[in-house]
């Protein structure tokens, strides 16, 4: 499969799915002016991905923030993690932000995924 | 030339540290955020309170941006709208005021009123059935963003519409964030 690279910037995340090489990351800041079509190739790249899927999955998630359009997309994301076997989230936050805890908890609580909760 | 003393003085009665007037994109909004960051990190403030200030300012900015109605004034719309920030001694205000036609209002007073009866536990419910729920509008918005700030704020939303003409009314909206933590 491709690799989906996607740079970051001041108001999207930086995003790598890599299959060959087993990284699945959504990295910094999600604020773009469409959540919608900016998440809208990673949800693609996923579902092509269920088809073809490693034995296990970490997605790792480590966002310093994200607005509310953009938490709707992340459960879209997990959503769709959620049909493939083997995947684990990996919610990362700033050991001094809870907020971001609580939101990964949050999260854990709308999906049957198992989240592992790490901080930096 | 009056009028620059007096704003000025108005702003400092009011305790008022930021002022953007004019039209509103994610541009705008972008340039805001990085300014109002520069001045919180300058500020030393606890990072647990900028991340909520930061948080509340970009959901009360992409509200103005997705949401502001647009004033029609001979060939010109535009999205005349203000948005403040407020630093008194125990807290924080995010402050905007934007157009809204009449007939939107009630749809919203509604919700702002629900969001406002409800305690932190309450609010979690709501945001968690809106999230499961929702789809995002071809506003781009997600029906998040009142509930976010209440959350974020942990007081209650202050807002009001003020009388502009038949069409329109001009919608208030003051969250504040406490500098002491809960």
Not at chain 1, 50 to 57: D, L, S, Y
């Amino acid at each position: 499969m491709e690799i989906l690279n996607i740079e970051g910037a001041e108001d999207t995340p930086k995003i790598i799915l890599d299959k060959n090489n087993g990284i699945f990351e959504i990295s910094g800041r999600s604020l773009p002016e469409d959540s919608a079509e900016f998440y809208r190739p990673v949800l693609e790249w996923l579902r092509s991905y269920a088809k073809v899927a490693n034995p296990t999955m970490d997605f790792v998630i480590k966002l310093e923030y994200f607005n509310t359009a953009s938490s709707k997309l992340i459960l879209d994301v997990l959503s769709t993690l959620e049909d493939i076997k083997g995947t684990t989230i990996q919610w990362y936050h700033h050991e001094d932000d809870e907020d971001m805890e609580d939101a990964g908890k949050e999260f854990s609580e709308l999906v049957e995924i198992s989240f592992e909760f790490k901080t930096y | 030339m009056k009028f620059i003393y007096d704003l000025h003085q108005s702003m400092k009665t009011n305790n008022v540290v930021l002022v953007y007037e004019g039209d509103f994109t994610q541009t705008t909004t972008k340039s805001i955020l990085s300014m109002a960051e520069r001045n919180l990190e300058s500020s030393g403030e606890e990072s647990g309170i900028k991340k909520r200030i930061f948080n509340v300012m970009v959901e009360a900015l992409q509200n103005i941006v997705k949401h502001s109605d647009e004033i029609q004034e001979g060939e010109n719309k535009h999205h005349a709208a203000i948005f403040l920030i407020g630093n008194e001694q125990c807290r924080y205000s995010i402050m905007s005021g934007n157009p809204i036609r009449n007939e939107n209002i009630p749809t919203l007073r509604k919700s702002l009123e629900k969001i406002n009866g409800l305690d932190k536990e309450g609010l979690k419910e709501l945001y968690k059935e809106i999230i499961k729920n929702t789809t995002i509008s071809e506003k781009g918005g997600a029906g998040l963003g009142f509930v976010d700030m209440a959350r974020k704020s942990g007081e209650k939303l202050e807002w009001s519409f003020v009388d502009v003409d038949s069409e329109f009314s001009f919608f208030c909206l003051k969250v504040n964030i406490s500098r002491t933590k809960e």
